[in-house]
């Protein structure tokens, strides 16, 4: 015997709401369950995404390349070529959005007053500003003008520890190839802010060139750093630099770069499951309870349905079809109750208030919502499947009356 | 017969009723408690883990090296001055270590120089400290790894990171010259022996972390006697509020002087820990919020499908109230059937973790970047075990109310004709 689906499925819904209130209740448990799960998904992953952003800017770029011994031994002795012709025809090619190159070697900054540990790069900005320095974040002065630039632009807190101001001269010492300190006068051209405090106090920029001359290393760079199309997908573009380069040079992307961020990129995938399926398990209690309840009501119903000729499995169907409205019609207030929430945080959550905290984990203090269309597709989908799993425990149970039995029940 | 043991009678008599009450659809409540267990076993343990891994984050951070309490000029702290000072800081150290016998104290000075070996030179930041004290209010005197610890207060030695160690690429035994500014800007530099290296876990200070003794730090740095930080470190965490009353009016003598806590001098910490906190109270509340649904499903039908009784008790002369006291006793049984073994399985379930440690994968990554170790043992105690129960237990108790105020619109004739 066939099915009969259309008059089933009219059925269950009549059935939904025999008891109004019991479905209202259960509709909106489904509905703060799924916007629970859409919402905190869509804050995490703003987060993560703000951290991976934030840490890409930071490095900068998708994938970089030095010599091997640089990484553990950042030294101007574990310094780089120039890129050559074969490596330039692939930062050339259709992959990179922008390259640049830099020479990054720990220095000391002195004002007449105090002096601070940096970390000195020497770059070219056009290429910097293209890779993500923002010329935004310049609060007084100006960014270099080239990588022959004589200037030097420090940070906010660093100025503020040094004592100096905008055009006032600072002294860079660094070490030259053979450990002779080498040093050199520059005037303050510019003052960045940072999201992170951090870097405001160990970062500053001087032109390139300037610095390969003050250390005297002709033209070598200690990275090439490149910002590829897609920063979730780094490898493809690693591997296409790494065969231009002699065995000798490391290219490597930044989920090798920084295993940190990397690795809350994965534990974030697992953690938004878990917290999925937590929140569906709270839920499912009340689902098989509300079910149950629906099945025991309707035993003598049942039984005459049964005693009327209809198969067991055409039972389970109904129960199952009942659920199923229940779930979806759950899940679309949920949603729609996730999205409303969520556009209106579009321009950011500000978390100003614990600031000095979100930069200990490496985030901004402005959270910013992201919601993916794989998130929501799973939060609807873990609902759903898993919610017809359980129902079918009550269901299950509804076709095991013997009509008999079920029709003498009062 | 007085009065009141009359109402006592009725409470047991009301008691016994609401617990003969909920058995009567054991499905449903088990179902119901089951919400609540399942929420409490989730809720003892992640809270216990949140206890847990807030100390040994608190902790650790604060042994490592900054203490809980620091004394410092006042301005030091945002501006980190060379010549903000504390002048004679070893006999202020000594006054506070004889008034404070409980506390170790330790006097600190700070420079940033270039220190530089035959190989390479790095900017980084020396400590002056004093080799006596400083293991009592420090870690890291105990983790060196190669050679050993600052003994003398006045020798030319340093001890270093192993990473800094390693760019440097020195061993213990040899030279390390530095170059930096004295107090007042004057020209200062050493030579230094490397007497050991630590290695603490922690790759920020084993990469930009120097000490030597601080009578040595005072010549070499022109400070004549001065230094930057007094730090302090108690036994225990919570006597840190109670020290810094009696500690401010003992430097408060001299008023170019301030009391630093922990939560002012490391506030990132205290922030993360916070903004956790609060995402952490959010999942919680969904899940409490899920189970009070469920509770008040479960309580409503079982008003309504009670409909005819209720009517023909209140047609006997029983009072709304007491009927709807007895639901409400009904919910409160079922709530502490559900506190009572969750609890009780959240608790053996945690204390499981809190003898085994618990660890996830990718852990050991986000556990380095907050000084933690790669296994979090739980914090088992009343507090975290109770704390999460009971928020689910009064969130159930205020879900019947409710299916309780419906029995107040309920009229007899009406009701006792309903099915």
């Not at chain 1, 500003?129 to 007084?140: K, R, S």
């Amino acid at each position: 015997m066939q099915i009969p689906v259309k008059a089933m499925s009219k059925l269950a819904w009549r059935n939904l709401w025999r008891n109004y209130r019991r479905t209202l209740i259960m509709l909106l448990a489904i509905a703060v369950g799924a916007w629970a799960m859409i919402f905190m998904t869509s804050l995490l992953r703003g987060m993560v995404d703000d951290m991976v952003k934030q840490g890409i800017r930071a490095l900068p770029g998708h994938v970089q390349v030095h010599t091997a011994a640089y990484r553990d031994d950042p030294s101007v002795n574990h310094g780089l070529p120039a890129p050559d012709e074969a490596l330039l025809e692939v930062l050339g090619g259709e992959q990179v959005q922008a390259w640049t190159s830099r020479l990054k070697v720990p220095a000391m900054i002195s004002s007449e007053y105090e002096n601070r540990g940096v970390l000195l790069l020497g770059v070219d900005p056009a290429g910097e500003t293209e890779l993500g320095f923002d010329d935004g974040d310049i609060v007084e002065g100006r960014f270099l003008e080239g990588a022959d630039d004589p200037g030097i632009v420090i940070g906010r807190k660093l100025l503020q520890r040094l004592e100096t101001r905008l055009g006032k001269r600072v002294v860079v010492m660094s070490q030259d190839p053979d450990n002779a300190v080498a040093d050199r006068g520059f005037k303050v051209v510019g003052v960045f802010q940072a999201e992170l405090e951090s870097r405001e106090e160990s970062i500053v920029y001087a032109g390139r060139e300037v610095i390969q001359r003050m250390l005297g290393v002709g033209s070598d760079i200690s990275e090439v750093a490149v910002l590829g199309r897609d920063y979730k997908l780094p490898e493809p573009l690693a591997a296409s630099i790494r065969a231009t380069v002699p065995a000798d040079v490391e290219v490597l992307s930044w989920l090798k770069l920084d295993p940190y961020l990397a690795t809350m990129m994965a534990v974030m995938n697992g953690f938004v499951l878990v917290w999925m399926v937590v929140i569906f398990l709270a839920l499912s209690f009340g689902l098989v309870n509300t079910l149950m309840m629906a099945v025991f009501e309707r035993v003598r119903e049942i039984g005459l349905m049964r005693a009327l000729g209809m198969r067991p499995a055409a039972i389970v169907y109904q129960i199952l079809v009942e659920s199923l409205m229940l779930l979806a019609l759950g899940l679309l207030f949920g949603n729609l109750l996730a999205i409303g929430s969520i556009i209106p945080l579009q321009d950011g959550i500000d978390l100003s208030a614990v600031s000095e905290g979100m930069e200990m984990m490496g985030a901004s203090s402005v959270l910013y919502p992201v919601l993916l269309w794989p998130d929501l597709v799973l939060a609807n989908a873990v609902v759903i499947v898993l919610g017809i799993i359980t129902s079918l425990l009550p269901a299950w149970r509804a076709a095991q009356y013997r009509p008999v039995e079920a029709l003498g029940r009062s | 017969m007085k009065p009141n043991s009359g109402r006592r009678r009725a409470f047991g008599l009301s008691l016994r009723l609401a617990w003969r009450n909920i058995w009567r659809q054991k499905r449903r409540t088990w179902l119901t408690a089951l919400a609540m267990i399942f929420s409490n076993i989730l809720l003892v343990f992640m809270i216990s883990l949140q206890f847990g891994s807030y100390d040994m984050m608190i902790n650790n951070t604060l042994r490592m090296f900054s203490g809980q309490i620091q004394v410092q000029r006042d301005g030091y702290h945002e501006n980190q001055k060379m010549r903000q000072v504390i002048p004679a800081i070893g006999e202020l150290a000594s006054g506070i270590r004889e008034r404070f016998p409980q506390a170790s104290v330790a006097a600190r000075a700070n420079a940033f120089v270039l220190v530089s070996s035959q190989d390479r030179s790095f900017g980084t930041r020396i400590v002056g400290v004093e080799p006596g004290h400083e293991p009592g209010v420090s870690t890291i005197p105990g983790l060196v790894r190669e050679g050993r610890y600052l003994d003398n207060p006045d020798a030319a030695e340093i001890v270093i990171g192993s990473v800094m160690a390693r760019n440097l690429k020195v061993a213990v035994g040899d030279e390390l010259t530095f170059l930096g500014s004295g107090r007042e800007g004057s020209f200062a530099a050493g030579v230094v022996t490397v007497a050991g290296i630590f290695d603490s876990g922690s790759m920020d200070l084993d990469r930009s972390l120097a000490e030597v003794p601080l009578g040595y730090f005072q010549e070499a740095f022109d400070m004549r006697g001065s230094g930057h930080v007094i730090a302090l470190l108690l036994d225990d965490l919570n006597a840190v509020d109670g020290l810094l009353t009696p500690l401010k009016a003992l430097v408060g003598e001299r008023e170019e002087l301030v009391v630093l806590d922990w939560e002012t001098l490391t506030p990132g910490l205290k922030q993360a820990i916070q903004a956790d906190m609060t995402s952490a109270w959010f999942m919680y509340g969904v899940l409490i919020v899920l189970v009070a649904f469920s509770v008040l499903n479960t309580q409503l039908m079982s008003v309504l499908e009670r409909t005819r009784e209720f009517g023909v008790i209140m047609a006997l002369g029983i009072r709304p109230r007491r009927l709807a006291l007895l639901v409400l006793l009904e919910t409160f049984l079922m709530a502490l059937l559900g506190l009572l073994i969750g609890a009780l399985l959240g608790g053996l379930v945690t204390g499981y973790f809190a003898y085994a440690g618990f660890a996830y994968p990718g852990m050991d990554q986000m556990a380095e970047k907050f000084n933690m170790p790669a296994v979090i043992f739980p914090a088992l105690d009343p507090l975290s075990v109770m704390l999460g129960p009971s928020v689910v237990f009064i969130f159930c108790l205020f879900a019947a109310i409710y299916p309780a105020l419906k029995l107040y619109g309920l009229r007899p004739v009406d009701a006792m004709r309903a099915v």
